[in-house]
C-alpha cells in the first residue's frame, strides 16, 4: 500500500503563515471534506492549534498541513495552493480525486 499524500504549496504555506502570525496562533491549517456544496463534497479549511490522533500532517517551509483520517481519502494526491486573481484570492485544491468539480474550486465530485 502506498502512503497517502496531500501537499501544501509554497503560496499556502505563506499566506497560512501570515494569517497565523496576525492571530497569535500555530501555522497550521486543517483541510476537511464535508458532504454539500454544488458537486456534492465541499472543502473546509480552518486554523488549527494542534494536530489530532490519526491526522496526516504535510509540511512546507515550517507550516504544517493537517487532514483527518475520514477526509484523507478523498483528498489522496492533492495539493493545497493560494491563488490570487481578479475574482480575488482564496486557498485551492488541486484534487485528482475529483470526477468533476465546481466552477468556484471551493466542492468537487468523486
Known amino acids: 500500500m502506498s502512503?497517502?499524500?496531500?501537499?501544501?504549496a509554497p503560496s499556502a504555506?505563506?499566506?497560512?503563515a501570515t494569517i497565523a502570525q496576525k492571530q497569535g496562533k500555530p501555522a497550521i491549517l486543517r483541510l476537511s471534506v464535508e458532504g454539500g456544496g454544488?458537486?456534492?463534497?465541499?472543502?473546509?479549511?480552518?486554523?488549527?492549534?494542534a494536530p489530532e490522533e490519526g491526522d496526516l500532517i504535510a509540511e512546507t517551509d515550517?507550516?504544517?498541513?493537517v487532514v483527518d483520517e475520514v477526509s484523507l481519502?478523498?483528498?489522496d494526491g492533492?495539493?493545497?495552493?493560494?491563488?490570487?486573481?481578479?475574482?480575488g484570492a482564496a486557498?485551492?485544491?488541486?484534487?485528482?480525486?475529483?470526477?468533476?468539480?465546481?466552477g468556484c474550486g471551493a466542492s468537487f465530485a468523486i
Open 38 to 49: 454544488c458537486s456534492g463534497f465541499q472543502y473546509k479549511f480552518g486554523l488549527a492549534e
Open 78 to 87: 492533492s495539493v493545497v495552493e493560494y491563488v490570487e486573481s481578479l475574482g
Open 62 to 65: 515550517g507550516v504544517r498541513l
Open 3 to 8: 502512503e497517502t499524500q496531500v501537499t501544501l
Open 91 to 102: 486557498f485551492r485544491v488541486s484534487n485528482p480525486q475529483a470526477a468533476s468539480g465546481c
Open 73 to 75: 481519502g478523498l483528498l
Open 13 to 16: 504555506a505563506a499566506r497560512v
